[in-house]
């Protein structure tokens, strides 16, 4: 069908919160019953690619080309969402075969916490051995995730007050050079780096995060709170020497899962750290996402906010490939932007209830046809439509992996939330 269309702990939430759930009506009791539906049809899925994926070594992403299952190695930066996957459908189920399963598959990822080539190990480590240590309080998971943190610190740089994402590389046009990379997403890795300095009492984590934070501030975000996927830095000034994307449609557009990494990462760095400009950057991010005017009713972007203008013919990808004939939407800049709303929603008291409202809506709307594959099918993503990267021509209208991490995360809190 053709459409037109790190972990993070349950927070607790305050009695204004609790008033402003208790008032829900009868069509908010039917959300929560889609949302168990939709629980129990991820159980299905997660059992199905049990069934299919056997490797820890080989770890599910997407569907391919041919329409087979798609596998790829512990380095690529995807790793570590099926075992946080099968972490958080343990915590739904209490089904232990679902447990030993979920500590096969992070226990295979014990050799990352020594990477250092590029910045996902937030991804990587703290949505696999995160969840291992939250659920199981296992001291070696633990102890792996703090060495997982200094080898992410390696990254950073002090002139530039930033972890470098990517080593040099040029851009999908094969002209523009990075030298020192920072993108949005990076700010999800800053949680693993606030879980060490906890769990060390060492500071040294938490300062890197709060620079590479503060820099992100300044840097990604435009006047609107829409940001710039990518940014380079001159590492002998620290000054900025480009202000670009590599997933989005331009430069100047803003790529919705970018977006959807941001509003995520201030989120987090409000709840760690209580600062009102994380909190102010977060909704100002989110009200961005939620009120463009090209945002569809149901709340499901297009994979870029500027997809839709006029301008935007006709529809281009890389010129290896030939031209899209229709605007894809990302499901997961959608459940990513949901799980994190649902958290947002028990920051703010103002604007609470709408977030809450609005996350719930994006939630039903994910468990509902045509987002929600039937179980058998999909090759066992409990997600459909989501996009990887338009400009490299690959992973268009696809499963992936962590939309279904972020979905299942949206699931939880919700459910926790009600």
């Excluded at 990352?112 to 939250?134: I, Q």
Aim: glycine content about 4%; some cysteine; overall charge negative.
């Amino acid at each position: 069908m053709k459409l037109f269309v790190g972990f993070i702990p349950f927070v607790c939430f305050s009695s204004i919160f609790i008033s402003i759930i208790s008032c829900q009506n009868v069509s908010q009791e039917s959300a929560y019953e889609t949302a168990t539906r939709a629980l129990a049809i991820s159980q299905a899925h997660i059992a199905g690619m049990l069934e299919k994926a056997k490797d820890p070594t080989r770890i599910p992403r997407t569907t391919a080309p041919d329409g087979s299952l798609k596998t790829t190695h512990m380095y690529d930066w995807t790793s570590g969402f099926f075992a946080g996957n099968l972490w958080y459908m343990y915590e739904y189920s209490k089904d232990e075969s679902l447990k030993s399963e979920a500590i096969r598959w992070t226990e295979a990822l014990e050799p990352l916490k020594t990477f250092t080539g590029h910045h996902d190990l937030g991804f990587m480590m703290y949505c696999s051995y995160g969840n291992a240590y939250r659920l199981t309080g296992n001291e070696s998971y633990k102890d792996i995730l703090v060495e997982s943190a200094r080898s992410l610190c390696t990254r950073y740089n002090p002139v530039a007050k930033s972890i470098k994402s990517w080593d040099y590389r040029k851009n999908w046009d094969g002209v523009t050079e990075w030298f020192f990379p920072v993108i949005i997403d990076n700010m999800m890795n800053l949680e693993l780096l606030f879980f060490a300095s906890k769990v060390t009492g060492d500071p040294y984590f938490k300062d890197i995060a709060l620079q590479h934070a503060e820099t992100t501030l300044k840097n990604h975000l435009r006047s609107d709170y829409s940001t710039y996927h990518v940014v380079d830095y001159d590492t002998l000034s620290g000054e900025v020497k480009d202000q670009a994307t590599c997933q989005g449609f331009t430069d100047a557009s803003t790529w919705a899962r970018g977006q959807a990494w941001g509003i995520y990462g201030f989120v987090m760095m409000y709840r760690e750290t209580k600062e009102p400009k994380y909190l102010e950057a977060a909704v100002k991010m989110a009200d961005f996402f939620l009120d463009h005017p090209n945002m569809p009713a149901d709340l499901v972007p297009y994979w870029d906010f500027n997809a839709p203008d006029p301008d935007f013919h006709p529809l281009w990808i890389h010129e290896k490939y030939q031209a899209l004939d229709y605007i894809p939407r990302d499901a997961s800049a959608a459940a990513i932007v949901c799980s994190a709303l649902f958290e947002l929603s028990t920051f703010h008291i103002e604007k609470g209830r709408d977030y809450f409202e609005k996350a719930e809506k994006m939630l039903v709307t994910l468990s509902s046809a045509p987002y929600l594959a039937e179980p058998g099918t999909n090759n066992n993503f409990i997600l459909k439509h989501s996009v990887g990267s338009i400009p490299h021509g690959v992973e268009i209208d696809v499963p992936l992996v962590y939309a279904d991490y972020y979905f299942l995360e949206a699931l939880l809190r919700y459910s926790s939330l009600r």
